[in-house]
C-alpha cells in the first residue's frame, strides 16, 4: 500500500502562534510514537502575517495507520485544546 | 542562503478540478524552467470533498529567486486565469 500526506494548515491569530505551537508539539511527540508514521516537516511563514501561519506536512504508510492513530482517546484529549483553526486533509501525490 | 519552500492550498468548487489543474500545469511549466527551482509535488487530497482539493509544495533556492519567477508578465497572464482561489505563502522548515 503507498504511502500518504497529511497536510494541515493552521490559521493563527496574532499573538496565538506560542499556544498553538505548544498542543502542535503535544499532538506531534504522540504522533510519531504510533505505528505507520514516517515523517513530518512543520513549515511557519516567513510573513507572520499569511493566512496559514503554520503548515505541518506529514508521510503516513497508509490512510488505516493514521487514522488508528488519530482515533485513540489520547489523542482526541490534546487536539480539541489546539486554540487555532486547522484544515487536516489525507493527500496522494500527483506529480513529483 | 537557505532554500525555501512555497505552500500554496486550492480551494476548488466541485467539477473545476481539470479547470484548475490546467492553469497549474501552465504555471508548473514555467516555474520549473526558472532559475532557483528545485522540486515541487503536487498533492490531491483523497477525500473529493476536502477544504483544499490539491496542494502544492515547491522548494526554491531563495526568496530573491522565487519573487523574480513570479514577477514576470508570462507567469501573471497565467495565474490570472486561475479558476480556483489560492493561497500562497513562502515558508522555512522550522521542525524536521
Known amino acids: 500500500m503507498e504511502s ?12 496565538q ?6 498542543i502542535w508539539r503535544e499532538a506531534d511527540d504522540y504522533l510519531r510514537r504510533q505505528d505507520g508514521f514516517i515523517a513530518r516537516k512543520l513549515h ?3 510573513d507572520p502575517g499569511a493566512r496559514f501561519r503554520f503548515v505541518n506536512v ?5 490512510v488505516v495507520h493514521f487514522q488508528r492513530a488519530i482515533a485513540t482517546a ?3 484529549q490534546i487536539v480539541e485544546r489546539l486554540p487555532c ?12
Not at 4 to 15: E, R
Not at 58 to 62: D, E, G, K, L, N
Request: aromatic residues 12%; charged residues 10%.
Open 85 to 96: 483553526p486547522n484544515f487536516p486533509s489525507l493527500y496522494q501525490i500527483v506529480a513529483d
Open 58 to 62: 506529514a508521510v503516513w504508510r497508509s
Open 74 to 76: 489520547e489523542f482526541q
Open 4 to 15: 500518504i500526506v497529511l497536510i494541515n494548515p493552521y490559521q493563527v491569530a496574532a499573538g
Open 17 to 22: 502562534e506560542e499556544a498553538c505551537l505548544a
Open 44 to 46: 511557519a511563514s516567513l
